[in-house]
């Protein structure tokens, strides 16, 4: 998990089962199994600038005899929020990432909240242009579900990564729209004189 700027921080994992993003999910032999691992956490941002950008990756897995085998990791957030209790559709949003083959792409599903902008590539999801939170609460799901189809099947899952980034504050854009608009009257001014 990483942050944009040295102002960001994030507050203690609830971890049940004792998973966090720096643990190695992993399913392998023995018939066929499911591991579901939630935990949530509250991102803040303490510096002058606020929340604008959500991302979430995939690191290396591995998926071996593929038939039916799947990793699915989906993050539920509250923007302005420390709980999803409450939280409006206008604020609440998702991003979720499911793979069924070696380090192949994800399938991505993506609820946007109000206002904001789906910036996602092929492997990460991202969503970007709200702007107006410190606070964001999250919830991240980590599903791994391994069927039994022969002997040495696995489904693993050895990180992942989310990233939270950061935009100026809205007066930080009135200050430097003042400042250009000082600059062309001052090269206006040069010009009549």
């Given at each position: 998990?990483?942050?944009?700027t040295a102002g960001l921080t994030t507050?203690?994992?609830?971890?049940?089962?004792?998973?966090?993003?720096?643990?190695?999910?992993?399913?392998?032999?023995?018939?066929?199994?499911?591991?579901?691992?939630?935990?949530?956490?509250?991102?803040?941002?303490?510096?002058?600038?606020?929340?604008?950008?959500?991302?979430?990756?995939?690191?290396?897995?591995?998926?071996?005899?593929?038939?039916?085998?799947?990793?699915?990791?989906?993050?539920?957030?509250?923007?302005?929020?420390?709980?999803?209790?409450?939280?409006?559709?206008?604020?609440?949003g998702s991003i979720s990432l499911a793979?069924?083959?070696?380090?192949?792409?994800?399938?991505?599903?993506?609820?946007?909240?109000?206002?904001?902008?789906?910036?996602?590539?092929?492997?990460?999801?991202?969503?970007?242009?709200?702007?107006?939170?410190?606070?964001?609460?999250?919830?991240?799901?980590?599903?791994?579900d391994r069927v039994n189809n022969g002997?040495?099947?696995?489904?693993?899952?050895?990180?992942?990564?989310?990233?939270?980034?950061?935009?100026?504050?809205?007066?930080?854009?009135?200050?430097?729209?003042?400042?250009?608009?000082?600059?062309?009257?001052?090269?206006?001014?040069?010009?009549?004189?």
């Open positions: 998990m990483g942050g944009g507050a203690q994992f609830s971890t049940p089962g004792g998973r966090g993003t720096n643990a190695t999910w992993s399913l392998s032999s023995g018939g066929s199994h499911t591991m579901d691992s939630q935990f949530t956490y509250t991102v803040e941002n303490t510096s002058s600038a606020l929340i604008d950008l959500i991302e979430l990756s995939l690191g290396p897995n591995t998926i071996t005899a593929n038939s039916g085998n799947t990793i699915t990791v989906t993050e539920v957030f509250c923007l302005g929020q420390t709980s999803l209790t409450g939280c409006s559709s206008a604020h609440e793979l069924s083959t070696q380090n192949g792409t994800p399938t991505e599903t993506i609820t946007l909240p109000t206002g904001a902008m789906n910036c996602s590539t092929a492997t990460t999801g991202c969503i970007t242009g709200f702007g107006t939170y410190s606070t964001v609460y999250i919830q991240t799901d980590v599903i791994l002997g040495g099947t696995t489904v693993a899952l050895n990180s992942l990564t989310e990233y939270f980034g950061d935009a100026p504050e809205p007066s930080t854009f009135v200050l430097l729209g003042s400042a250009l608009a000082g600059v062309a009257l001052l090269r206006l001014r040069k010009r009549i004189v």
